[in-house]
């Protein structure tokens, strides 16, 4: 993300958000990324996938708690840094 998107999504964060709370992340990959997007959260996350109709990509859903908006930019930018992952 770029510096003034990143802080503009900070905000919304921190103004939508009441922290520590749930927090939901989605994201899109191929799915031989899959165990790389899953381990981006902890064991007691409710993670759930689903294939596409091809079989080659990914859908990850993720419901986490988290304790404030540069947590789950955190995750975000360790997503990107995976390659070929897309957030919803």
């Not at 964060?13 to 939901?24: A, H, Q």
């Not at 064991?43 to 996938?49: K, L």
């Not at 990509?57 to 070929?84: C, F, K, N, P, W």
Request: with cysteine; aromatic share 12%.
């Amino acid at each position: 993300m770029r510096p003034t998107t990143e802080t503009s999504f900070k905000e919304r964060l921190d103004g939508y958000y009441d922290w520590p709370c749930s927090y939901l992340f989605k994201f899109i990959a191929p799915h031989d990324r899959l165990e790389e997007v899953v381990a981006l959260f902890s064991s007691s996350a409710e993670v759930t996938t689903r294939r596409s109709a091809k079989g080659n990509y990914v859908s990850v859903t993720a419901e986490v708690e988290m304790g404030g908006s540069d947590e789950v930019l955190e995750v975000y930018r360790q997503a990107h840094e995976i390659g070929d992952v897309m957030a919803l």
